[in-house]
C-alpha cells in the first residue's frame, strides 16, 4: 500500500463533499446553458440531484449496466441534437453530459478529482463563446469554488467550516495572482493556432463582406459591436474626415455590388499628399475576413498585409483573432492616375438596369460639360429633392436604383452611394463605390477611438480627369450631413426603452450614460489590450522596454523561472510569519516580550511568564516594577477569573521602555 | 547490549509514565522542518493529473489563442504552486515531543505519548501520523493518526501499538505527512524516534508459586497459607493473581477490588529460573513473571534469580519493575 493510500483509506464521498462537487459544476454549466438543448441541463440536474439525494440516504450506485446505456443514450442525444459529436458546441455538450455522469458515479477519491478537472475543462469552454470583463470575473467566482471543492475532497478529518474552505480558497487564489501575472506576461507567446480549429470555433459576426447589396450595411446599422479600436499618435482629425476605407466595389449586376479581381501589393503606392501625417493604431476585432480598415488613404502597408491599386489594405491570413496594426495616413490627398481597365470598368452598368436613371444623367451630360459640374449637380438634387436618410427605408422591390431617386426617396448610405455611383457611370464620370466605416466615438478617458460596426458606411469615388484624379464624394453628407460631421448617433437619435413609448432621456441622463459607456470603455480597450490581445508582438515590444529579448525562448524561459521562483520564496516568507493572534492581551505581550528581547532577555521555550519575569528582575532590577506589573496584569486577563482590561496593558507595554 | 539501552534514561518531558519509566528509552524533542528533520515535498498522482490537465490547456490556449484560457491556466498552475508552500508550511515548525512510555506486558498494548505543539504559530490541518505497529514484521502494519491542529494549541496523541515481544520495543519511525490545502502535494517530514517501549513477558503459565522459605532461611519454606494480616483492597491491575481478587465484591458489581495482605510476617519467596518446570526459556520467564506478579499482589517479599542474574529480596513497585525487567531483558547468550 502507498503512503497516499494509506492515508486517505477510509475516504468517503460525504454529502457535504457531493454538494460541492455539484455546485461547482452547476456554476460553471450555467453561462453554458442557453448555448445547449435544454435536455442536456435537465439532464445535468436529474443526475446531481439524484445523487445527492442517493448520498443522504445511503442508496446504492445503479448498476453498472444502466449507468452505460444512460451513458449511450446520451451520446446518441448528443448526436441528435448537433449532427456531430465533434467542434466545439457538440464538444461542450458532451463535456456537460460527462460531468453530469461522472457526478453520478462518483464514489472514490479520484473520481471527485475527475470532477473538478472537469470543471476546470468547462472553465476553459466559456472563454471559447465569451471573453469579457462579466465572463472573467463569473469564472473567477467558479474557479474559487472549484479550489473550495479540491479543499474539502483532499482534507480529512477537517476541522474546517465550508466556509472556511472557500475562504482558504479566495486566499490562495490571490496569493496565486503575482506568479500568474508573471507567468503570463513572460511566458513565451507563439501564434496560434497549432493544429486545425472546428468550423465552429468561432461562431459567424457581423461585419463588412465584399458585396453590397441593399440591406447589408443598414442591418449593421443595429449593431453595437465594435469593429476597431483606433489609439492616434497625435491629435484625433476631425469627425469629417474619418473615412476608413475597406472593400472598394466596382461590378454591378443593378443591385448588388461586388469587388473586382485587382493586383495586390507589398510595397505601399504613391500619391500625391499634403499636410501632415496622421499616424495610429488600430486594434481590429476578428471578422473571418481578411480586410483590414484604414483611414483614407493609407500611405504604409502593416507586417502581413498588401494593397491593392485602390488603397485597400488586406491582411495575408484572415483576420482569427484580434489584431494590431500600425497605418500612416495623409487626410489630404489625390490619387491622380487612372489605369485604361479601370476607365472602362468605372463606366459600366448592367445592361437594360435603370432606364429613368441613365435618362436623368444623360440629360445632366448634355447641360454641363465637365465632371465635377456634373457631380455638383447630382449632389444638389439629392439636396433639393425631398431625400430622407433613415435606418429602415420601405422595401425596394423593382428596380432597386430608379425606385429609389424616383418614387420612395428614402435610403440608407449604401442606397445613396449606389444611386450616385450608377448616375455618375450613366453620365460618362468613371465612378466606383467604397464601404468602409466613417465616425467613431471618441472616448476621452483613453483617447481612443471607438468604431462600430454601426459606423458601416459606404460613399462613392469619381473620377474627375488628370489633375483632380480620384475624388471622394458622399452623397449621404449632403442628405443628412450630420450622419457625416457628429457621427450616426447624431443623425438617427437613439431612444431608451420600448420603442412603441419612444422615450426621450434627458440631457443630464444622456450625459451620465454617455461618461458611464466610455468609462467602460476604456476598461474594456485596455482589457482586450493587455488580456485578450497579448501575443507575441506584444509581448516581444513590452519587454523590449524592459531589455529582454521576447524572441529568445530561452532567456525567456530563465527570466520566467527566476520570477516566479522569486515570487514564492517572498510567498513563503509571507506564510511563515506568526500569525497575528485575536487577544489582544496576548498581542501586548509578545510586544512586551520584543521589547525584553532586544535587551538581550528572551524568553525560553516552556517557560511561563512568571518564571520569565523572575529570571528578568534577577538580571535587571531596575525593570521589577514595570516587569512585574506587566506581568500581574497579563496573568491575571489570561488565568485569572476577574480577568482584567487589555487595553490597559496593551497602555502599560507601549509605555515600557528600556534604557 | 541490553544493559547498555537502560543506562540512558531521563524524562526530559514530564509525561503520563510514572517512575517505573525512568528504565525506558528516553524521550525526545523534534522539530519538523530544520535539519535533520526535513520536510520532502512531492506532487501525489492527482498532482501530476492536474499537472496535465493544465498542460492540455495551456495547448488549447495556444491553439484558440484564447487570453483568458492563458490566464485561468497559470493562474491554476500558480495556485498549484502556492499550494506547495502552504504543504509545507502545514508541517513546518511543528515541534514533536515524545514522553517515556509506561512499561507494558506482551500481548497487551503499548502506549505511546505524543504532544504536537503548535504554540505561537497558526493553525494547522488534516495532519497525519504515521507509525508503525511492528518495526520488525515484513508486511507493514501501519497505522495512522488523522488530526487537526488549532492555532497556539498543543495537542496530545497516543500512539497504541500491540506489545509483541518481551524487551525494548521502538516505536519506529513516525511520517509527518499531509495532503493539504488540495491534495496535489503531499508534503512528509520521517523522524527518527528514539523511543521504546519495555515489554515485560506475558505473564502465564498454571504453576504455583514456590513454597515460602521461612524467614531467614531459603530452603524448604512453607508455602504461604494466605492467612496474613488482611491489610485492604485497591483495584485489580493486569497480573493480580485471580486468587486474590475479592470475588464476593465482583458479584455485588462493585467492580475488581484485589485483597491486600500485610506482608509484615510473610515469609520470603526465592522465585528461580531453573524451578519452572519448562525447558522453554520463554515459557520459563512467563511464569516467573506470573509468580512475581502473584508475590507482589500478595504482599511478599521475594528475590529472583536467574541465569546470570540475581535480583535479592525485596517489595514494592520499584523492586518489583526490577524482577519484570530482568525478565523482559533477560537473553539466552547471557547466560554462562
Given amino acids: 500500500m502507498t503512503s497516499a493510500e494509506l492515508e486517505t483509506r477510509g475516504w468517503h464521498l460525504s454529502f457535504e463533499r457531493m454538494v460541492w462537487l455539484s455546485l461547482s459544476l452547476l456554476l460553471v454549466l450555467v453561462p453554458h446553458a442557453p448555448r445547449m438543448p435544454a435536455w442536456i441541463s435537465v439532464l445535468f440536474l436529474v443526475l446531481a440531484g439524484w445523487r445527492l439525494y442517493a448520498v443522504k440516504t445511503g442508496k446504492p450506485l445503479p448498476h453498472r449496466y444502466i449507468m452505460g446505456a444512460v451513458v449511450l443514450a446520451t451520446l446518441a442525444g448528443v448526436y441528435l441534437s448537433y449532427g456531430t459529436l465533434t467542434g466545439r458546441d457538440a464538444g461542450v455538450a458532451m463535456l456537460a453530459v460527462l460531468a453530469g455522469m461522472k457526478i453520478a458515479e462518483s464514489r472514490v477519491l479520484r473520481d471527485a478529482y475527475v470532477v473538478v478537472f472537469l470543471g476546470f475543462f468547462l472553465v476553459v469552454t466559456n472563454f471559447l463563446y465569451s471573453e469579457s470583463i462579466p465572463t472573467g470575473l463569473y469564472m473567477l467566482v467558479v474557479v474559487a469554488v472549484l479550489i473550495g471543492s479540491l479543499v474539502a475532497i483532499s482534507t480529512e478529518p477537517s476541522a474546517l467550516v465550508p466556509q472556511r474552505q472557500l475562504r482558504l480558497a479566495a486566499v490562495i487564489l490571490l496569493q496565486a495572482v503575482p506568479v500568474m501575472l508573471v507567468a503570463f506576461l513572460l511566458f513565451p507567446r507563439i501564434s496560434g493556432p497549432l493544429w486545425g480549429l472546428p468550423k465552429d470555433a468561432f461562431s459567424a459576426r457581423s461585419g463588412l463582406s465584399n458585396t453590397m447589396t441593399p440591406g447589408d450595411i443598414s442591418g449593421l446599422s443595429l449593431s453595437d459591436e465594435v469593429a476597431f479600436r483606433v489609439r492616434f499618435d497625435g491629435e484625433i482629425p476631425d469627425n469629417r474626415e474619418l473615412y476608413w476605407r475597406g472593400p472598394v466595389l466596382w461590378k454591378t449586376d443593378g443591385r448588388t455590388w461586388t469587388a473586382g479581381e485587382s493586383f495586390r501589393r507589398s510595397k505601399p503606392i504613391d500619391f500625391a499628399r499634403r499636410g501632415s501625417p496622421v499616424d495610429y493604431v488600430i486594434t481590429i476585432e476578428p471578422h473571418q475576413r481578411r480586410w483590414l480598415f484604414a483611414l483614407e488613404l493609407p500611405a504604409t502597408i502593416p507586417r502581413m498585409a498588401t494593397m491593392s491599386a485602390e488603397f485597400e489594405l488586406r491582411s495575408v491570413k484572415r483576420v482569427r483573432n484580434r489584431m494590431r496594426y500600425r497605418v500612416r495616413s495623409y487626410t489630404d490627398y489625390q490619387i491622380p492616375w487612372i489605369s485604361r481597365g479601370e476607365l472602362t470598368e468605372g463606366l459600366e452598368l448592367a445592361a437594360g438596369t435603370h432606364p429613368r436613371a441613365r435618362e436623368l444623367a444623360l440629360k445632366w451630360r448634355r447641360e454641363l460639360a465637365h465632371p465635377r459640374a456634373i457631380v455638383e449637380h447630382a449632389l444638389e438634387y439629392f439636396r433639393d429633392q425631398p431625400f430622407v436618410y433613415t435606418l429602415t427605408p420601405p422595401l425596394l422591390t423593382r428596380d432597386n436604383v430608379d425606385e429609389f431617386l424616383f418614387e420612395t426617396r428614402q435610403g440608407f448610405c449604401e442606397n445613396f452611394a449606389s444611386a450616385f455611383t450608377v448616375l455618375m457611370r450613366a453620365a460618362g464620370v468613371p465612378a466606383r463605390v467604397v464601404t468602409g466605416y466613417q465616425g467613431g466615438e471618441l472616448n476621452e478617458l483613453g483617447n481612443f477611438l471607438t468604431v462600430r460596426q454601426r459606423d458601416a458606411h459606404a460613399w462613392s469615388e469619381v473620377w474627375l480627369g488628370e489633375v483632380e484624379g480620384w475624388v471622394r464624394v458622399d452623397p449621404t453628407g449632403a442628405v443628412a450631413p450630420a450622419r457625416i460631421e457628429s457621427g450616426m448617433e447624431a443623425a438617427i437619435p437613439r431612444t431608451l426603452g420600448p420603442g412603441a413609448l419612444n422615450l426621450q432621456p434627458s440631457e443630464p441622463v444622456r450625459r451620465a450614460w454617455r461618461s458611464l459607456r466610455h468609462s467602460l470603455e476604456a476598461l474594456n480597450n485596455a482589457w482586450n489590450e493587455w488580456v485578450l490581445g497579448y501575443g507575441p508582438e506584444r509581448q516581444r515590444r513590452l519587454l523590449n522596454q524592459f531589455g529582454i529579448d521576447a524572441t529568445d525562448f530561452t532567456r525567456l524561459a530563465v527570466w520566467l523561472i527566476f520570477c516566479v521562483l522569486a515570487l514564492l520564496a517572498g510567498t513563503s516568507l509571507l506564510l511563515s510569519r506568526r500569525p497575528r493572534t485575536r487577544d489582544p492581551a496576548i498581542r501586548a505581550y509578545r510586544k512586551f516580550q520584543n521589547k525584553l528581547a532586544r535587551a538581550g532577555l528572551e524568553r525560553a521555550q516552556g517557560e511561563g511568564p512568571l518564571d520569565f519575569a523572575k529570571r528578568v528582575i534577577r538580571t535587571r532590577p531596575d525593570l521589577a516594577l514595570q516587569v512585574s506589573r506587566i506581568t500581574d496584569m497579563y496573568v491575571s486577563i489570561r488565568y485569572a477569573r476577574e480577568g482584567g482590561d487589555a487595553r490597559i496593558l496593551n497602555r502599560a507595554v507601549a509605555a515600557f521602555g528600556i534604557q | ?336
Fill in chain 2, 1 to 336: 547490549m541490553n544493559t547498555a539501552r537502560s543506562v540512558r534514561a531521563a524524562a526530559e518531558i514530564p509525561g503520563p509514565a510514572d517512575a517505573t519509566s525512568a528504565s525506558t528509552r528516553p524521550p525526545g524533542l523534534y522539530a519538523l522542518g530544520p535539519k535533520p528533520n526535513r520536510v520532502y515535498i512531492l506532487p501525489t498522482r492527482y498532482g501530476y493529473a492536474f499537472t496535465l490537465a493544465l498542460g492540455a490547456m495551456l495547448l488549447g490556449a495556444i491553439n484558440y489563442n484564447n487570453g483568458l484560457a492563458y490566464v485561468l491556466t497559470f493562474l491554476l498552475a500558480s495556485v498549484a504552486l502556492v499550494s506547495m508552500l502552504h504543504a509545507n508550511r502545514n508541517l513546518a515548525g511543528l515541534k514533536l515531543g515524545v514522553s517515556a512510555p509506561k512499561p507494558a506486558f506482551a500481548g497487551s498494548t503499548a502506549r505511546f505519548y505524543l504532544s504536537i505543539d503548535n504554540r505561537g504559530q497558526a493553525a494547522r490541518y488534516a495532519l497525519n501520523v504515521r507509525y508503525r505497529y511492528d518495526p520488525d514484521a515484513s508486511d507493514k502494519l501501519d497505522g495512522v493518526h488523522h488530526t487537526d491542529l488549532a492555532a497556539d494549541a498543543v495537542a496530545r496523541e497516543v500512539i497504541e501499538a500491540p506489545a509483541i515481544r518481551r524487551g525494548f520495543q521502538p516505536l519506529g519511525d513516525l511520517v509527518f505527512s499531509t495532503r493539504f490545502p488540495f491534495g496535489l502535494f503531499r508534503a512528509w517530514c520521517p523522524l527518527k524516534i528514539g523511543a521504546e517501549c519495555l515489554v515485560y513477558p506475558r505473564p502465564e503459565g498454571r504453576q504455583a508459586l514456590p513454597a515460602r522459605a521461612a524467614a531467614g532461611t531459603r530452603e524448604n519454606g512453607l508455602r504461604g497459607d494466605g492467612r496474613d494480616d488482611f491489610a485492604g483492597f485497591r483495584d485489580y491491575v493486569p497480573g493480580d493473581s485471580p486468587r486474590q481478587i475479592h470475588w464476593k465484591a465482583v458479584a455485588r458489581e462493585q467492580g475488581l477490588p484485589v485483597k491486600l495482605f500485610s506482608g509484615a510476617n510473610a515469609g520470603e519467596l526465592l522465585l528461580r529460573f531453573e524451578d519452572v518446570n519448562s525447558t522453554r526459556t520463554e515459557a520459563r520467564l512467563s511464569q516467573l513473571c506470573r509468580w512475581v506478579l502473584d508475590a507482589d499482589g500478595a504482599g511478599f517479599r521475594y528475590a529472583l534469580s536467574l541465569p546470570g542474574a540475581e535480583i535479592p529480596p525485596g517489595d514494592g513497585e520499584v523492586h518489583r519493575h526490577a524482577c519484570l525487567k530482568a525478565l523482559a531483558l533477560f537473553s539466552s547468550g547471557a547466560r554462562s
